[in-house]
C-alpha cells in the first residue's frame, strides 16, 4: 500500500515504519500476501438548505 499512497495520507502521526508494524500487529504475513484495499475518504461540505 505504501508503495501506491503517501504514508502521510494514511496516519499522518506516524512513520513509516510505526505504521507497517501496527499493521503487522494486525494481519499475520498469510493474510497480508492476500494484499490491500485503501479507500480515501473526504470531508465534503453538508448540503445547504434554503
Known amino acids: 500500500m505504501f508503495d501506491h ?3 502521510a495520507s494514511v496516519n499522518p ?5 510505526e505504521q ?3 499493521i503487522r500487529q ?3 504475513p ?3 500476501a492476500l494484499g490491500v484495499v ?3 475518504i473526504e470531508l465534503v ?3 445547504r438548505t434554503a
Not at 13 to 17: F, M
Request: glycine share 4%.
Open 5 to 7: 499512497e503517501e504514508v
Open 13 to 17: 502521526l506516524a512513520t513509516r515504519d
Open 20 to 22: 507497517l508494524a501496527n
Open 26 to 28: 494486525i494481519y499475520p
Open 30 to 32: 498469510e493474510r497480508e
Open 38 to 40: 485503501a479507500l480515501g
Open 45 to 47: 461540505d453538508p448540503p
